[in-house]
């Protein structure tokens, strides 16, 4: 059953394709080419509507033409595509063989940049097609030599830059299985999330760069080598300073990273099957030790190629800059969109070191084509009161691409103001359960202020109610109901597939749960709302997060913010909301009053808040996302310890003053209940 909600008018487009450019888009020759092989239904090779439709009315036959499109090479035939269209527990492409290391490297290209990695203090390294394959065949062939095969596991404890690309591919050559960690991760977190795997090899730097400094992590590596019992060898990387391990040279478990890629070797690739793991992402462990999610070779093949290739209309010439951590699951994508042939710029340092124009710069002297940052980014660039237009050159720039949190209006109009009219605003949801957008862009469709232009190819997204039918027009669940290749194979130590049905498949049996409120517009275009688990429900009505956030974070006067519903013993329901000021700004009652008009205004009478508490910062993930539930829970009552991993958080210090505040807070009630009494 389908469920309209009452007619709401979307806002007028503040992008509109060209015609002629939009048919020119690798997205438009395929839609021809599936138009040839297979009665889809669709007139027109610009009709994105009627390809989304096909593509997840008929997925064996969207998923086969993306194979076929792209070249995916297999050493055997498939059976079929797919076992069934049954979730958990379908099997793509039964029988094929494939590496995902192969296919990323099998383009002609030769001298033309793969990478350029760029350091905050202005040193340069490129990596051309050529170098970027001996070196992966070289690290492949030391990581052989060393006792690495099929279905080890190799780990970097690396920054961003060329090592965690090559480590990654050489892995996967291999066969082997990747994971790595930020070096901003104590030694603490790393040790908990690879400890689960049981690596024989670890690839780590000597340190990083942020915000001015360059931070040396070579005691942390030691403290890894210490609590990683299962590794036989350590591949030290002299990122930041020549000769920083030197005093390990004597050391025979550890091998040097210039002579690990140095000898000359053949390229060689291990031909796996479809759903052979590639590599290990974890989620934030912001509730518990961290889930190690797995991913198959062919599923995240197939995934980003469509994501890459037909969405972000990535191919050879363009230049990617996506500002990203290697913790997160954006930089696996970065990676990715070298399976396009396009070249992928990479920032090891702050985006607003020394200020905002930071990347505007870059994109500026590197030709970025296609530039991803995060919402935060551009509010940062937005109070500072730049004009990338003005003060860089931007004309080969097409694409802006804003992820980690839903993107305001705000947001779009300051990069349409102030980037450039030309400019395709491009803001996926997705996550690391899936490395790839379940919503997002297309070269073919506009973009609307705060709105997702469209579901992603291939992707059954819904809105969906509790009772499990579908929402058009108003806010509710987000749900996939048909298969994915990119979901995960299976969960790190689940043998039983238990914590990954209870993940996804426990609310509804069979139907993907994502755990975000969204809305499916009659258009098709999707609008984010915030967590579904830290949904604001205040006297039955319902309100994402997402919407106080872009209510309150606009004023100049307010950093950070963060809001929880807290469910009390006593039936009550308490809303606070907690600020973080900007450097002179006073909680007084003016602000208090403008705060509060703005809620009532641009998101929900019924959620002004019970309380404005001022705080001296709050703690988000190490990718920056607020912990709405954690600190929801802390403030009922829950240990700190059991809801969360500090080791997981930017600001471990800042979960203190919600201990303190609750603490308080149940303390008052008892006393207020022995009054009664």
Not at 494 to 519: C, E, K, L, M
Request: proline share 6%; net charge negative; with cysteine.
């Amino acid at each position: 059953m389908v469920h309209s909600a009452p007619e709401s008018v979307s806002p007028e487009p503040i992008w509109t394709p060209d015609p002629d450019r939009a048919g020119l888009s690798t997205l438009a020759s395929f839609t021809d080419y599936v138009r040839g092989q297979y009665r889809t239904g669709i007139d027109d090779n610009l009709d994105y509507t009627a390809l989304w439709q096909w593509s997840t009315d008929r997925i064996d036959q969207f998923w086969e033409a993306v194979w076929t499109f792209f070249g995916v090479d297999s050493a055997t035939p498939y059976d079929s595509v797919l076992t069934a269209e049954t979730m958990p527990g379908v099997q793509w492409f039964p029988g094929a063989t494939v590496n995902y290391a192969e296919h990323l490297l099998s383009n002609e290209l030769r001298e033309q940049n793969a990478l350029v990695c760029l350091r905050e203090d202005g040193r340069t390294e490129t990596v051309s097609w050529d170098q970027l394959r001996r070196r992966v065949g070289a690290l492949a062939a030391t990581l052989r030599a060393v006792g690495v095969g099929r279905g080890d596991r190799v780990v970097g404890y690396l920054p961003p830059g060329q090592h965690a690309v090559i480590g990654l591919l050489a892995a996967a050559a291999l066969g082997a299985i990747w994971s790595q960690c930020a070096q901003d991760f104590a030694a603490g977190a790393v040790i908990d999330r690879f400890g689960q795997l049981e690596p024989t090899v670890l690839i780590a730097a000597d340190g990083y760069s942020y915000n001015g400094r360059c931070y040396d992590r070579r005691s942390e590596v030691d403290k890894v080598r210490a609590g990683l019992p299962t590794l036989t060898h350590t591949i030290v990387v002299d990122h930041h300073t020549a000769g920083a391990f030197a005093d390990l040279t004597a050391d025979h478990a550890v091998l040097f990273w210039n002579d690990a890629v140095s000898a000359e070797a053949p390229l060689q690739f291990d031909k796996v099957p479809f759903d052979h793991p590639l590599w290990v992402l974890f989620s934030s462990g912001t509730t518990g030790l961290p889930k190690g999610i797995v991913h198959g070779h062919g599923g995240i093949l197939l995934a980003l190629l469509s994501l890459t290739g037909l969405h972000m209309d990535l191919r050879e010439g363009d230049t990617l800059l996506w500002y990203t951590s290697t913790n997160w699951m954006m930089w696996n994508v970065v990676v990715s969109s070298l399976l396009t042939g396009a070249t992928a710029v990479i920032y090891d340092g702050s985006p607003t070191y020394p200020d905002t124009t930071t990347l505007w710069r870059i994109a500026d002297e590197q030709k970025v084509t296609f530039l991803g940052t995060s919402p935060g980014h551009l509010q940062a660039c937005a109070d500072a009161g730049i004009t990338p237009a003005e003060q860089f050159d931007l004309s080969v720039l097409r694409i802006v691409g804003s992820t980690g949190s839903p993107l305001p209006p705000s947001g779009y109009h300051w990069v349409h103001d102030n980037v450039g009219a030309h400019i395709q605003l491009s803001s996926p949801t997705g996550g690391t359960d899936v490395v790839t957008a379940f919503a997002c862009s297309a070269p073919t469709i506009p973009v609307r202020p705060g709105e997702i232009s469209a579901r992603g190819l291939g992707m059954a997204l819904q809105a969906w109610d509790s009772s499990g039918n579908e929402i058009v027009g108003g806010v509710g669940e987000l749900v996939i109901t048909k298969p994915i290749p990119s979901m995960p194979v299976f969960f790190w130590n689940d043998a039983t597939g238990g914590r990954y049905r209870d993940a996804y498949f426990s609310t509804f049996p069979g139907v993907w749960r994502h755990g975000d409120w969204v809305t499916v517009t009659d258009e098709g275009s999707v609008v984010m709302h915030g967590r579904s688990d830290s949904t604001l429900n205040r006297h039955g009505v319902r309100l994402g997060s997402a919407e106080i956030y872009q209510a309150v974070e606009k004023l100049p006067q307010i950093e950070d913010s963060l809001i929880v519903g807290v469910d009390e013993p006593d039936g009550g329901y308490w809303m606070p909301l907690f600020v973080v000021l900007a450097p002179g700004s006073e909680l007084n009652a003016e602000l208090r009053e403008r705060i509060n008009a703005g809620i009532r205004s641009q998101a929900s009478p019924r959620h002004v808040p019970d309380e404005i508490i001022e705080v001296r910062s709050l703690p988000h993930t190490r990718t920056g996302k607020k912990i709405e539930v954690p600190i929801k829970r802390i403030l009922q009552g829950a240990d700190r310890e059991a809801v969360l991993s500090v080791d997981a958080l930017d600001d471990p210090a800042s979960v203190g003053q919600f201990v303190t505040l609750g603490e308080a807070r149940r303390a008052e009630r008892t006393a207020a209940r022995s009054l009664e009494r």
